[in-house]
């Protein structure tokens, strides 16, 4: 019951420690550090027919490469989200860079699968740390709506990677193959870590750290604050609704592909367009949040989520024309752009004096839940939508309850992202 008012008292203990402002470089900066590892997730997929030819290895040896980085991205969210509220934001995230430097070298000079394998799991360490960094660090310079418009433009940013790298994959493959592909890896993460020392300041200013150590002494642990029902509630929106647009992802090969029949061309021209949605209606959202409450937006983009999921499961129970699928799909993961950033913005807010460890823990959530829907959709063959169907469902209504829950904790303690 206290948890919720100790963090509102953290964020005024020490008013004049918390900087002000972010300028357009550092969020082009912090997009840039979201966007390394779901960047280096996608780009070398295509080569993997390629690599388990070159490496003689088998595809399931060859998958441990991904594996082993989306434990690596897990595990360093985990690890660098509470050091940089020991140490400040700075330090931790040149050592996270600096680390993915030096494993994205290794992954390109790999000389068997093994030593790939190792060097994905530390590319994933490090370049974990730009991604629960860089939400700490708009937490610490920003709350309410300045803090949501900024999630929502830096997941614009972010969201290029995802859109760009299959499809730059699938081009470069034959010319360069799949140890160029990962050169260009190291490229991006070398830029990263040029960019972090030219760009990004210190944000947890010793003087806050103090005052925040000082108070959490009195109050009991430092992490007490993450049992707060508002971050909770806020952290499970943004992770199930994630985990919708992971379960479509997941399944859009098969469903565009296999069920619509549409070619590689055409696979990957309809998956742009609903990712041209998601960063469209992000754009959206961080003006809709100059001039209404962030929660309202948030509400808004669920309902819009839910909606469109329902839809969905409606016309594959009732054997609708398969084309008529991607209309709900559109909207759905459009409706996106109005919950993840305000969703991110809300729950780091309300635990201003633990950000690192908070942002650690939704990023853990997210990736942990990801990996959970991915295999899911697939339980019915490429033949059926239902599976898919079910989890988007699922995942949609669970993030219903979790900001009834949200709304209603933060209310009562008097949180608001109205300011």
């Known amino acids: 019951m206290t948890t ?41 997929l295509p080569a993997f027919p390629q690599m388990t030819t070159e490496l003689a290895a088998s595809a399931t040896t060859v998958q ?27 330090p931790p995230l040149l050592a996270g860079a600096a680390l993915c430097v030096l494993a994205s070298a290794a992954a390109v000079l790999a000389p068997n699968v093994a ?27 920003a709350t309410g709506k300045p803090a949501a418009r900024a999630f929502s433009l830096m997941m614009i940013v972010g969201g290029v990677a995802p859109v760009v790298a299959p499809l730059l994959g699938g081009l470069l493959t034959g010319p360069i193959g799949w140890r160029g592909l990962l050169t260009i890896v190291l490229g991006l993460s070398v830029v990263m870590l040029v960019a972090v020392l030219a760009v990004v300041r210190e944000t947890h ?11 959490r002494v009195s109050a009991g642990s430092p992490l007490r604050a993450l ?20 379960a479509y992802i997941s399944a859009s090969p098969f469903l565009y592909q296999g069920m619509l029949g549409l070619d590689t061309v055409g696979y990957g021209m309809a998956f742009g367009l609903n990712a041209l949605a998601l960063m469209g209606v992000s754009v959206l959202s961080a003006r809709l949040t100059a001039t209404r ?63 690192g460890s908070a942002s650690a823990v939704l990023g853990a959530l997210q990736f942990g839940l990801a990996a959970l829907v991915s295999p899911l959709v697939s339980l019915g063959g490429e033949g059926t939508a239902a ?22 904790r933060s209310r009562h303690a008097g949180v608001s992202g109205r300011g």
């Open 227 to 246: 049992r707060s029902r508002t971050f909770v509630g806020y952290t499970a929106v943004f992770g199930f609704a994630f985990a919708v647009m992971m």
């Open 64 to 90: 441990l490469t991904l594996t082993a980085f989306l434990v690596g991205v897990t595990a360093g969210q985990l690890v660098f989200g509470p050091l940089s509220d020991r140490f400040g934001r700075v």
């Open 387 to 408: 599976p898919l169907a079910v989890v988007m469902l699922a995942s949609a209504v669970v993030a219903v309850g979790a900001l009834v829950v949200a709304r209603r």
């Open 293 to 355: 409450s962030v929660e309202g937006v948030l509400t808004l983009g669920i309902v819009l989520v839910v909606a469109s999921t329902v839809a969905f499961a409606l016309l594959v129970v009732t054997g609708a024309p398969v084309l008529w699928l991607a209309v709900p799909l559109f909207t759905a993961v459009g409706s996106l752009g109005l919950v993840l950033g305000n969703a991110t913005a809300l729950a780091l807010g309300a635990v201003p004096g633990v950000a």
């Open 205 to 215: 200013l010793r003087s806050r750290r103090d005052a925040l150590r000082a108070e």
């Open 115 to 141: 030593v790939l394998v190792v060097a994905r799991l530390l590319q994933g360490l490090g370049g974990a740390a730009g991604m629960v960094i860089g939400r700490a660090v708009i937490s610490d310079l």
């Open 4 to 44: 919720d008012t100790g963090s509102i008292r953290a964020t005024t203990a020490k008013p004049s420690s918390r900087p002000k402002g972010i300028t357009t470089p550092l969020l082009l900066v912090l997009g840039l550090l979201s966007a390394v590892a779901p960047f280096a997730t996608d780009l070398y």
